[in-house]
């Protein structure tokens, strides 16, 4: 049973573009939702986290939207750059292990 | 400042064979955690040690045996590889279990041929 559904699983925007990426929880448990960023070859790495007590969150170029009665949250990427080229995992959990979505490997083209 | 350190982060494994992955933190963080990854299926929780001397099973235990040597080593090894253990296995660790960030190793790439 997956616990995290993501969409989509690839995305290419161009350089300047918003890409967008969505993720949907079950468990109501749930009270960290963290986003991370893999490079190739890398290991993931936190990007940006919220908590429920907030419906958006803004760290420089990134953003999070979250909507707690749909149980739903999602990456914002403004001026998105070919550097921000990787694939990125939403994930969730509470007093437990973290649960990852599938990943969107995301393509930025000047 | 070195985080998590893998070892090995390459190996090739013949059907049958066994081996151990060892993962060591420095960050004197409490929980520690073992993820495969494989194309499409994200990142899947092997086994998990909330704290030392404790080991919990994840969502795809089978095949996998951990030891969680002291605070800083958590190993994890496979009995006898199957091609079906083709993956890129991380180490992950974190200061509590749950709603806190975990902090990422680079990753072994194992290959069961």
């Known amino acids: 049973q997956q616990q995290v559904k993501q969409s989509p699983q690839s995305l290419i925007v161009q350089k300047g573009g918003i890409p967008i990426i969505n993720c949907a929880y079950e468990?109501?448990?749930?009270?960290?939702f963290p986003w991370y960023q893999q490079f190739p070859g890398k290991g993931p790495a936190l990007l940006i986290a919220i908590r429920p007590d907030v419906s958006e969150k803004k760290e420089g170029r990134f953003t999070i939207s979250f909507n707690k009665s749909a149980k739903q949250f999602s990456l914002h990427i403004m001026d998105s750059q070919p550097g921000d080229s990787a694939t990125y995992f939403c994930?969730?959990?509470?007093?437990?292990?973290?649960?990852f979505g599938k990943g969107t490997r995301l393509s930025v083209i000047a | 400042n070195a985080g998590v350190t893998q070892t090995p982060k390459f190996q090739v494994l013949k059907t049958g064979q066994s081996m151990t992955l060892q993962c060591a933190q420095d960050?004197?963080?409490?929980?520690m955690y073992w993820y495969r990854q494989d194309p499409g299926m994200g990142l899947r929780l092997i086994y998990y040690?909330?704290?030392?001397?404790?080991?919990d099973k994840g969502e795809v235990p089978n095949g996998y045996n951990v030891s969680r040597l002291n605070k800083r080593e958590f190993s994890l090894r496979l009995e006898s590889a199957a091609p079906s253990q083709t993956s890129v296995y991380f180490c992950a660790s974190s200061d509590g279990t749950g709603g806190i960030e975990a902090f990422f190793g680079q990753g072994t790439r194992l290959t069961v041929v």
């Open positions: 960050m004197n963080h409490n929980s």
């Open positions: 468990n109501t448990a749930f009270d960290y």
């Open positions: 994930a969730a959990s509470s007093f437990s292990p973290l649960v």
């Open positions: 040690s909330a704290s030392e001397g404790t080991t």
